[in-house]
């Protein structure tokens, strides 16, 4: 088995002018399973962020001495590992809210948060940010220098095109999954398109116009919704501004639950379909602010992006495709400690052992190719490759190879925020007030969002959609008693106490339903049932 | 029907329609006990659990 790295705990660099918070932080931190990073200055910050290559930047925007916070946020965003971590701008109150919305624009802080902060709070971000990230894929990988994949990997960028000859779907799903952004992943090949959409770096929802993979489709072909529902649901859904998913859900065509996991399962099937796509065209569409970004459906939160990518490719990839992946590499191949994080969601002891064990010996790609079982066995090929995608495998750049990275990706950060420094500068003061004002309002928003999200894990999610199913199902069986609909009410209420089985009063309205089936009994018991 | 009796003990009305399901499906013995504990837990269909355990004897 293989064991995770000693050093394999984040890195958070909190950067604050006051002793006291620098305590503080360093306490909870350690509290919460990461390695603090302390600096009182900017100048000291950036000293420890090259050396120490964090996971994530906390900093506050007011720092003593030489250097601001935004001055920080720059410097470390214009670096190629700090253009994908996280960043989090502390703000000393609403006197520095100019400030605070030139970092949100300027420099694409993924979020802020207003003194005092509470440690506990401030740690639920970080850890929310870097959810789904594996381990040590930030701080320690070649990734963020690799050539082929510096472009998607540019925090700056919001739109990308091209064909899938050029770049596959795997390298694609890796853009958001490395840098946890939100946005639209679409692929057209002749007539057939499909789109993904993730959220924080998660892909939560998926259609597409091939026959049977649609949504509503799905549902109907696979009986959990029946058909004339669907039509009815449909006709109800034009004039409403709420998406099909929670019409069928609301009209109690399907339990929420059942539409959560089958949604996920709809998933799955596209994309499983899209990794088998060699050729077409693509556009990738970014947003810098996940909150702003609305999922059409359920928000999944089952199966990371690794999942996809590395069944994706297990399925999917020839052997000279994976060789042409590899080929790309140009220096030194080791495992990170992010492997056994990322196989660790494949049930396949051989993957997780052998082929790890197997790369420990190897050295450059050339000479990793022709090693067994790499030579013979295209699963394992397929392994690694998946592996080299996703980080679990990166490579040790030369100097020159990273300088020239370096300057590659700094200029285009700088030509594109000249442009926006640019921009700013032309803006009339109510236009840039107006923008300041909607930017506070996304935030709040954000803020909003995001403490209700703590609320909830998981379970807590099934537990509310059975619970959402139970009320709608009880609505609706009422309904059915009313209109002398026995037999449907009954059924109806049958499945409400079945999520439900807690609520007491209503197994007195199926008992109810129970009784008005029957057309005969005695003449008390028909008596009892014309209350109203 | 039963466990939801049991959920809520200190209240008449659920042994009450448990009672008309009982006496329905043809267990006169039970619902005759179950209408009973109805009664004495102040259901609010005390009265048509009275007439009923009349119908039953």
Redesign the interface.
Known sequence: MIEAAATNLRKVLLVDGEAILREVYTEEARRAGLEPLVAAGAEDAWRIFRDEQPDVVVTDLDLPGEGSGADLIQRVRATSLGAIIPVIAVSPGKRAIRGVTDAVILHDVDDFLDKPVHGERLLWRITELVEGRPIGVLSQSGNANDLDRAVSLDRTLDFLQGRLEERDVATLFFSFFATGRSGKLCVMEGKEVIQVWFHRGWPVFAESNIDGMDLSQWLVRGGKVDGDAMAEARTEWMDVDRSLGVVLISRGAISARTMFEENQANVDAVIATLFSWTVGNYYVEYSQSPMTYEPPETVSLQRSPTHYVVEGIRGHYSRERCTEILSTAQGRLEVSDAAPFILRELVDPYYYENVIAQMGQGGTAPKLLQMHPFDKDDDALRAVCALWVVGGVVEKISAEQLRRVRRSTASQADRIREAVASAASREHPDVRAAREARIRARLDRRKKRAAERRKSDVASIMNALDKVSAEVAYENGVKLLARRRYDEAARTLEEA?RLA??M?????T???A??AM?DA??E??D??LQ?P | ?K???A??PR?G??Y???G??L??MGHPDEARITLRRSIELGSP?AE?SR??LA?LG
Do not use: C, F, I, T
């Open positions: 106490v089985p807690h007491a009063k209503w197994y007195s199926l008992a109810q129970y009784l029957e009994g005695p008390e018991l008596k009892a209350r | 029907m466990r939801g009796a959920l809520d209240n009305e659920p009450h329609w448990l008309m399901v006496m329905r269909h048509q007439s009923l119908s």
